[in-house]
């Protein structure tokens, strides 16, 4: 077995169970890609049993502290079978599930979203990769499913050194399908759609449109950002008199009123605009628009905590002119899935966005992922969906509402 030594200091993450090492934290000692590694401290105890991978930054993930634990095929069949029986128990209102979630289940790189009777599967990192057939075969035992497809082409490949990888990894078939997702329905397609398909991680919030647009008797939603329009299915079946949906692609948006109409949706209360949401978001306060819900899904401004300064200004304007948008009592309910922005920033930057508006808005609800795709407490890395509910206020604060001072 291959040793990892670690710089002095540099124990102190594993010791708190967070499974990254990173390529400065290693006084010396290598492997092959994917190999099995024994990481020790600067005084040679025992950390963990790892994951080497020398294209990466993150030069070792953490398989396990336990060092009478030995990673093999059993090993991995028993973490597979341990996420699949952890959700089993969480009475998920739908057949599109996430199984395995990367480092909360202890797999590092390994996203697994079941579709029905059909897997999805990102080999993200060299030690995935490295045991991918027995992974495969786990999951199939685990779940009793016959079909998985593969879907490595996540740009993560790349920093890992790996090529990217697509297609039906098990058994084969259409990749077209359909799930159900609380009493409505939603196609996917494995093979073009986004991440492994779909959106599994705003399941809850979707349902929590709905509920709010039935409740307040909202008439009119905007969705921004919608992709293949799970938000607009859900104000719509919330009673909405119509709802805009902004997207730049093309073929998202087919699908979007493709979606209204297999939910038995008026398709008259549906429009579609191919446009960037941004400038869609300006020309509608510039037409003096107003709308009494609005959704703001962006895609991941900030992938890494470097990009945050570049990206809050982004989530910011956005926010503004969302803001502004909002009828007098209307909701906002805007997210952020950057793992490179903290929910403390997220709300300080909604904040910000607030003051340029001067809009006032109380903040009802924070949302996050839903609980498939739960954290773990050592790995807040994974806590990268953030969300807030907010209503504005019929009347806005006089330091907000009102015009700066002229000078004398």
Known sequence: MKVIRLREGRERSLLKQHPWVFEGGIQRGGG?????????????????????????????????????????????????????????????????????????????????????????????????????????????????????????????????????????????????LTITEHQWQLTLDLASGHKTGFYLDQRDNRARLAALVQQQGLKTVLNCYCYTGGFTVAALAGGAEHVTSVDSSGPALARVQAHVRLNGQPESASTVVEADANRFLRDSLAAGRRYDAIVLDPPKFAPTAAHAERAARAYKDINRLALQLLSPGGYLLTFSCSGGVSADLFHKIVAGAGIDARVDAAILQRLEAAPDHAPTLFFPEGDYLKGLVLRRRLENQASISSPPPKSA
């Open 32 to 176: 092959d890609a994917g190999e099995t590694v024994r990481v020790e401290a600067a005084d040679g105890r025992f950390l963990a049993w790892g994951a080497f991978s020398p294209a990466s930054a993150i030069r070792v993930r953490a398989w396990s502290f336990d060092e009478a634990e030995r990673i093999d095929r059993h090993f991995f069949e028993r973490r597979v079978q341990a996420a699949v029986a952890w959700r089993a128990g969480l009475g998920l209102q739908s057949n599109g599930q996430r199984l395995v979630h990367g480092e909360a289940d202890g797999l590092p790189g390994l996203v697994v979203d079941r579709y029905g009777d059909t897997l999805c599967a990102q080999f993200g990192t060299a030690g995935v990769e490295r045991w991918r057939e027995v992974i495969a075969d786990a999951l199939l035992a685990a779940t009793g499913c016959g079909r998985l497809y593969e879907r490595s082409d996540a740009s993560v490949r790349q920093l890992e050194g790996l090529p990217e990888r697509t297609g039906w990894l098990r058994g084969e078939g259409e990749t077209e």
